[in-house]
């Protein structure tokens, strides 16, 4: 199994060397989207429309037989595919079918019904000129196919926070601290010790939720070089209950710009859909900010046109692209005919 950490990849994708081969793994999913934008930028940009394909395990397209074939398919531009492989836990880590259900919880089959060979045996003879990527969130070492995987692959392995052993959230905590140092050092931003300290405690050991905290934090104290405890307060939530479907329209509306962030994070964690939220934003433009100040409609559409291209394309992280959507939009507050909880 070549281990490959995250300087090496990176020097990899700069330098546009990949294997034939890689694994993902772990559970800081969005640094682990950073790397798959990344993959696909070591192709041209005018050749990724044709040279790179992104596939969902277990859903329509991303059975083992089609993952297999999509990367047998020889280059049309260029002299490289590059094939996604996202979900692949359902693959190398599927659930397991309980005796009380019909179906295995978010699997269309019991993992014993999946069957790998197609993958298997492409594994065993991978095409030189395509790089296929497997990403998971976790993965089992015992199955068949991933110890051939493992057997293939680069791995790079993306860990959370957590530590395990006696003293382990402690020690955890502690890395979170410093990895959040270090994130807003990065990008020149000061935080105050209690405002860090709100950021840890709030997103526990969940390396996702605090990486979301921190671009929010970033997006909401845009212009100013210093986090307060706060800022933290606005825009930070210590969970994701929805609770007003339409919160996310009448926070702009009332032009509460941090209570319109909360809405969106509180949605897409939900799992609801980026183009759902944009749809839902379109409507509000188009019929309510027209009639509300038809001044800011112009730019707004605009801001919506570039945002539904960018998430079509996969032109960046999908959440961001809806957060900068929602700045965009949030402006002073426009007039309500009474409350909308619907399209009336």
Not at 62 to 80: F, K, N, Q, W, Y
Not at 116 to 135: G, H, K, N, R
Not at 145 to 150: A, S, V
Not at 256 to 278: C, M, T, Y
Request: with cysteine; glycine share 8%.
């Amino acid at each position: 199994m070549p281990l490959l950490d995250l300087p090496a990849l990176t020097s990899r994708l700069q330098s546009r060397t990949l294997a034939p081969v890689h694994l993902l793994v772990g559970e800081d999913t969005k640094l682990v989207d950073r790397m798959v934008d990344g993959i696909e930028a070591t192709i041209d940009e005018a050749d990724r429309p044709f040279a790179c394909e992104r596939l969902h395990a277990g859903e329509p397209g991303g059975t083992p037989l089609e993952i297999a074939s999509a990367a047998r398919i020889m280059p049309m531009l260029g002299d490289r595919r590059v094939v996604i492989v996202l979900r692949a836990e359902r693959l190398l880590k599927p659930k397991r079918k309980a005796a009380s259900d019909d179906v295995a919880e978010d699997e269309a089959v019991a993992g014993e019904a999946i069957d790998a060979s197609p993958i298997e045996d492409y594994l065993a003879a991978p095409v030189e000129s395509t790089a296929l990527v497997f990403v998971a969130t976790e993965i089992d070492r015992t199955r068949r196919l991933t110890k051939r995987l493992l057997e293939k692959a680069y791995v790079t392995e993306f860990a959370g926070l957590a530590s395990p052993g006696p003293g382990g959230r402690q020690v955890g905590r502690q890395t979170a601290t410093e990895w959040l140092q270090d994130e807003l050092t990065r990008v020149g931003k000061a935080v105050d010790a209690d405002a860090a300290r709100l950021i840890v405690t709030r997103a526990g050991h969940d390396i996702t939720k605090m990486r979301g905290d921190v671009e929010r934090l970033l997006l909401f104290t845009e212009g100013r070089k210093r986090i307060s405890a706060d800022d933290v307060m606005e825009v930070v939530s210590a969970d994701v209950t929805v609770d007003d479907e339409w919160g996310v329209v009448n926070a702009i509306a009332e032009g509460n710009l941090a209570r319109a962030l909360s809405e969106v994070g509180a949605r897409l964690e939900r799992g609801d859909s980026p183009h759902a939220l944009v749809g839902q934003l379109r409507w509000w433009v188009s019929t309510r900010l027209v009639d509300g100040d038809p001044t800011r409609v112009r730019a707004a559409l605009d801001a919506l046109l570039r945002t539904d291209m960018a998430l079509k394309s996969s032109g960046g992280e999908e959440r961001m692209l809806v957060e900068r959507l929602v700045m965009d939009l949030t402006g002073r507050s426009i007039a309500q005919r009474g409350g909308w909880g619907g399209r009336r």
